[in-house]
């Protein structure tokens, strides 16, 4: 494996990290607690073509590498995950499934206001009756002459609120097995309107908006289809495998924020005369943290590496994207934790952000597939091996 950094990927790691530091950082816990969707740096972040990382040249975008968008990515999440959420919902959840999966009609009109910033994406396939399993989907689109009508509701869709494309699934039949037909729509909102239902107050992550989508007779045009009618599926878990590395990323940049946090800590605050990192079950505890961080982005980085050298599709890349994802997100609850713990009383408090980062983590072994959901695809794609 190749662990040199190419130019532009040193330079857009680069780039964000002066983000964090000038723009980010001084407001970061404001936005936390007020819960307000952060406008003004997803319009700095436009501006500086992380909105389109993935997004190749020809459509708008910066055209980075897989590893150049994850290293932004995880930079930001050391600071602020809703931000980090945003930027993976645009790139990942849904510029990725575009490049991908669209018509080069599609590609024209979809990715320029996506990676231009002007119109952020969701990616909307959980309901209510169908979480790890979307074959119980309920939602329904019937075709109607030149029009497909989609009917049913969608929840815990991040930027629910503030996306003007959508990427949603639907029932469109039933297979000769019985089994449900689904099919992935390209909705674009301006001109096929659907609503926010419920906006839903969250554990943490609180600028980053999880939301209801309701979907009543929503007309959306015969070529909005992503994909082939009734490839659903594959699109939605070709776009997960993918997506479990952005999700094992943004637990690196929580866990190496959380570090860092705790490490300066331990190294100013003094009891019994001595500074705490200077008693060895603290600075042991520290030891174990970056030792798990590292572990997790080998991981990661293997994971990139096998998708690059052999494709989406392969068993070796969606098996270790599992187990990245796996280990990352349940690296990230110990690591946060450990850091509230060394800063003892005062990590209980806003101020230091250290709870923050804790509850934070707790997202990651559920969203884009719960750990019991990575086991099962690790076991299966393992016995197969
Ligand atoms: C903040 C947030 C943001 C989100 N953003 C999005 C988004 O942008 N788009 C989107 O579509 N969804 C989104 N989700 C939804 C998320 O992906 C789901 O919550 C997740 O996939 C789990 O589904 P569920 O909540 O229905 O849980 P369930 O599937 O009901 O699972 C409940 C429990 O049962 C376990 N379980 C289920 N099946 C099995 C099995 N076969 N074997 C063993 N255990 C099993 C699960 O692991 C879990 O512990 C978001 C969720 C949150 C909380």
Redesign the pocket.
């Known amino acids: 494996m190749d662990f040199a950094f190419t130019e532009e990927q040193q330079m857009l790691h680069q780039a964000a990290a002066e983000f964090c530091k000038s723009d980010v950082e001084p407001v970061a816990l404001k936005l936390e607690n007020t819960r307000e969707f952060p406008w003004d740096l997803t319009k700095r972040m436009s501006e500086m073509g992380f909105m389109g990382l993935v997004v190749p040249q020809e459509y708008g975008g910066v055209g980075a590498d897989y590893l150049a968008y994850l290293m932004v990515e995880g930079e930001l999440a050391k600071t602020s995950i809703s931000l980090s959420m945003t930027l993976g919902?645009q790139n990942s959840?849904v510029g990725l499934p575009i490049i991908n999966f669209a018509t080069e009609a599609q590609k024209k009109k979809f990715l320029p206001p996506l990676a231009a910033g002007e119109k952020l994406g969701?990616?909307?396939?959980?309901e209510p009756g169908?979480?790890?399993?979307p074959a119980g989907m309920r939602t329904t689109a019937i075709r109607k002459g030149d029009k497909w009508v989609i009917n049913g509701t969608?929840i815990?869709?991040?930027n629910g609120s503030v996306a003007k494309i959508a990427i949603v699934w639907a029932r469109t039949g039933t297979k000769p097995d019985g089994k449900a037909q689904i099919t992935a729509f390209l909705v674009d909102r301006d001109e096929s309107p659907f609503k926010t239902g419920t906006i839903e107050h969250?554990m943490g992550?609180h600028a980053s908006p999880?939301t209801e989508l309701v979907f009543e007779d929503c007309e959306v045009p015969a070529d909005a289809v992503l994909g082939k009618e009734g490839d659903g599926f594959r699109v939605a878990l070709l776009t997960l495998n993918t997506g479990r590395l952005s999700v094992a990323t943004q637990c690196l940049g929580l866990a190496q924020g959380a570090y860092e946090r705790a490490k300066k800590f331990a190294s100013e605050r003094e009891q019994f005369g001595s500074k705490i990192a200077d008693f060895q079950a603290i600075s042991f505890k520290l030891a174990d943290m970056i030792t798990e961080i590292n572990a997790a982005r080998g991981l990661v980085w293997q994971a990139v590496w096998l998708k690059e050298q052999f494709g989406l599709n392969d068993p070796r890349f969606i098996s270790m994207a599992a187990q990245a994802k796996l280990f990352a997100s349940e690296m990230a609850e110990r690591v946060t934790s450990s850091a509230v713990q060394i800063h003892g009383g005062y990590g209980y408090m806003t101020e230091y952000r250290v709870e923050e980062f804790f509850r934070a983590a707790r997202?990651m072994t559920?969203?884009?597939?719960?750990?019991?959901?990575q086991r099962?695809t690790i076991s299966r794609w393992e016995m197969k091996g």
């Open positions: 919902a959840l969701c990616f909307a396939l959980t169908a979480g790890s399993d969608k815990y869709i991040t969250k992550v999880t997202l559920i969203v884009e597939g719960t750990s019991e959901i099962l």
